[in-house]
C-alpha cells in the first residue's frame, strides 16, 4: 500500500549518501507509522506526529527509541512528502544520562574468560577496551591494527566519519593469538555472513605489514 512511498524513502536516502543499514530503519519506522495512521501519505501533518509519539511512549516506547522515530518520519516528511517540518511541534524527547556501571579487572575477567571461542572473546575484549561499536568491530581489517602506534583505525564509522581509538597491550595479546589461531588472515579479522570476506589487496597500502599485528 505505501510502496511506492518507501522507495521514494529509499532513493533519498541514496541521494543523501546515507548508509544502507540507515535507510533499512528509516523504512521500517516509517513503514511501522504509515500502517499505525491508516491514511493517505499525503495528508499527513505534524500534528499526527505528535499525536504518534506520545502515544507510543505511553505504550513503553523509550526515548531513544521515540528519537530514532522522529529522525525517520522528520526526513521522510522533509525528503519525501515535502512537509514543512515543526520542531516545536515535534520536539525530541529529553533522554536521561545515568552514569554508566563500571566493571572492576576482576568482573571483566570472569566475563572474558567465561567465553570459550577465541573469536568471540577476541572481539568481546576489543570492544570493551577500545569503545567500538560491534558494527565496526565486525569489520576491522588486518591492516587496521596498527601495533607502533599502539592504535586501531576505525572505518567509515557513523556518519561515514573515521576515526582512531586505543589498543591495550593486553588487547593487542589476544588479537595476536586469535591472527595466529585462524591462519594468520590478511583481510577481515572477524568474517561473518554480514561482511564475508574481502581481498586484503583491495586494502594494500592502508598500512604496513610490520606495523600490523603480526610479523611479515
Known amino acids: 500500500m505505501y510502496e511506492k512511498y518507501l522507495l521514494q524513502l529509499e532513493e533519498a536516502g541514496k541521494i543523501r549518501n546515507l548508509k544502507e543499514r540507515s535507510i533499512n530503519c528509516y523504512k521500517n519506522y516509517v ?3 504509515l500502517n499505525y495512521m491508516g491514511k493517505n ?4 501533518t505534524c500534528q499526527d506526529v505528535r499525536d504518534f509519539l506520545p502515544a507510543k511512549k505511553d505504550n513503553g516506547l523509550k526515548a531513544t527509541t521515540s528519537n530514532l522515530y ?3 518520519i522528520r526526513f521522510f516528511c522533509r525528503n519525501v512528502l515535502y512537509i514543512l517540518w515543526d520542531d516545536i511541534t515535534v520536539p525530541c524527547m529529553l533522554i536521561e544520562h545515568k552514569l554508566p556501571v563500571v566493571l572492576s ?3 571483566i575477567d570472569r566475563l ?3 567465553t570459550d571461542d577465541l573469536k568471540y572473546k577476541t572481539m568481546f575484549a576489543t570492544m570493551y577496551s577500545s569503545g567500538m561499536r560491534v558494527s565496526e568491530v565486525i569489520h576491522l581489517h588486518y591492516g587496521d591494527i596498527s601495533r607502533t602506534n599502539m592504535q586501531i583505525h576505525i572505518r567509515d564509522a557513523k556518519n561515514r566519519m573515521d576515526r582512531y581509538t586505543i589498543l591495550s597491550k593486553r588487547n593487542l595479546a589476544l588479537l595476536t593469538e586469535y591472527w595466529f589461531a585462524c591462519g ?3 583481510d577481515i579479522l572477524f ?3 554480514f561482511t564475508g570476506g574481502i581481498p586484503y589487496s583491495f586494502f594494500r597500502g592502508t598500512a604496513k605489514y610490520s606495523d600490523t599485528i603480526g610479523t611479515p
Open 31 to 33: 513503514s511501522y507509522f
Open 41 to 44: 501519505p499525503e495528508e499527513l
Open 70 to 72: 522522529n529522525s525517520a
Open 105 to 107: 579487572v576482576d568482573e
Open 112 to 114: 572474558l574468560n567465561a
Open 184 to 186: 594468520k588472515p590478511r
Open 191 to 193: 568474517p561473518n555472513k
